[in-house]
């Protein structure tokens, strides 16, 4: 069975001290690792101490982006060998408000999506279309072309280590969540598509998150479905009560 994977992406939220106050207040409270992987994906600032702050209790500190090169000059920038050199484990790549706002495509999410595997950094790759493109019922073809350019060149046993997060981007921020069916319908089709490009080993494997404006109240649910294996969390990522909640329907999944 695929090991639930809760990650909470908090965005551009939370200052310092709240970050470290949220960390500390989950630590007792988070399950242990066996049952559920827990991630928590925080503004680069607050990497460093987080990562150190989580390293006796099962939590993973993910960042929700990054540059492919190792080091040099980009301005602004933040290497995948700065993250490792923190022991980061997780990065979000190619976020739908990345791709909107800093001109994140498929190639950017391609070269990143290696470049985190070259220095042992899970990623997690976000896709999902946007209201007109499900309108227009170009979802399953535009979601299919996001997993196998974002993938591409990967070897079978690193895409077995990938996690996928389908995103739809009306579902994101509005409180709309995508039915269980629909979100299920495109995890399935996503699989479908690592099993053509990769092979049934790597389908069978790698993990699909579903994202946008999941809830407590609506998480069981999702993570019964049959292709579902966790969500990727915004607004209810933020308060360490839902959070937790969160956390551990994911780790009751039989
Ligand atoms: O974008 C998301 C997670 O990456 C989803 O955000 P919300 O849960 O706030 O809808």
């Not at 080091?71 to 602004?76: D, I, K, L, N």
């Not at 509005?174 to 389908?203: D, L, M, W």
């Not at 607004?235 to 969160?246: D, H, I, P, Q, R």
Request: net charge negative; charged share 25%; with cysteine.
């Amino acid at each position: 069975m695929r090991k639930p994977i809760i990650a909470g992406n908090w965005k551009m939220n939370k200052l310092a001290a709240e970050g470290a106050r949220f960390l500390m207040d989950i630590r007792e409270k988070v399950p242990e690792e066996g049952r559920v992987e827990t991630v928590v994906c925080a503004p680069f600032i607050h990497l460093p101490f987080l990562s150190e702050a989580a390293r006796d209790f099962p939590v993973s500190i993910g960042a929700q982006n990054m540059h492919h090169e190792e080091s040099g000059a980009f301005t602004g920038e933040v290497s995948p060998a700065m993250l490792s050199d923190l022991l980061i484990s997780h990065v979000i790549i190619g976020h739908s408000e990345r791709r909107q706002y800093f001109n994140e495509t498929d190639e950017t999410v391609n070269q990143k999506t290696h470049a985190a595997f070259e220095h042992g950094i899970t990623p997690i790759v976000c896709v999902g279309e946007s209201l007109e493109q499900r309108e227009n019922n170009e979802t399953m073809d535009f979601v299919e072309s996001q997993v196998v350019k974002g993938l591409e060149g990967l070897s079978e046993e690193q895409v077995k280590d990938v996690v996928l997060a389908y995103e739809p981007i009306w579902a994101i921020g509005t409180g709309k969540t995508a039915s269980s069916e629909q979100a299920n319908e495109v995890c399935t089709h996503i699989r479908k598509v690592i099993e053509k490009t990769f092979s049934k080993e790597a389908a069978e494997a790698v993990r699909i998150q579903y994202g946008g404006s999941v809830k407590p109240e609506t998480i069981e649910e999702l993570l019964s479905m049959s292709d579902i294996d966790g969500a990727l969390v915004g607004g209810a990522s933020l308060k360490e009560e839902s959070f937790l909640k969160l956390v551990e329907a994911g780790a009751n999944v039989s």
